[in-house]
């Protein structure tokens, strides 16, 4: 019997093949949206993944303004912030936040479903937001998938 087919096969820099997808927001729950484009991201949906390896796909987010909050969350979810002086902490609700900077939203939900380590420093970084349909990668040809089609 072969002994070789019973090896199993680690993920490195070189090995791994990462692409470029595009998700349109529009019309998409907030955490399931994140949890979907984390998923990607992590690489949990490839058959060879590694758990302390970059092994995921680069993401582009668009239309980033018109996700959506269920229930009461645009006025009761806030995000904290702090200055780093006394008396310094701030706080902004959902609908602020998606005036201001639309693309922090998706930003900070997908941030925190990574993990919390230099690896997830690395992941966070294959995540491009932009409010609108445009973006600055095209060049990239990147591949157009429905995150519904996802687990």
């Known amino acids: 019997m072969d002994t070789l087919s019973y090896k199993t096969i680690s993920a490195n820099k070189t090995t791994v093949t990462k692409e470029w997808l595009l998700v349109d927001a529009e019309g998409q729950t907030l955490g399931r949206l994140a949890s979907k484009v984390a998923k990607i991201l992590r690489g949990k949906h490839k058959p060879n993944f590694t758990p302390h390896v ?11 303004e018109k996700i959506q909050l269920s229930g009461n969350k645009w006025n009761d ?9 006394p008396g310094g902490q701030r706080s902004t ?25 230099r690896l997830g420093e690395v992941l966070f970084r ?3 937001v932009y409010a609108g349909t445009a973006h600055n990668h095209e060049a990239q040809k990147p591949r157009a998938i429905n995150l519904n089609d996802y687990k």
């Open 54 to 64: 970059d092994c995921g796909d680069n993401v582009i987010v668009i239309n980033a």
């Open 77 to 85: 979810k806030t995000y904290l912030r702090y200055t780093g002086y």
């Open 93 to 117: 609700s959902a609908t602020e936040l998606l005036e201001k900077y639309p693309e922090r939203l998706i930003e900070k939900s997908v941030k925190g479903m990574l993990p919390k380590t």
């Open 126 to 128: 294959n995540l491009k």
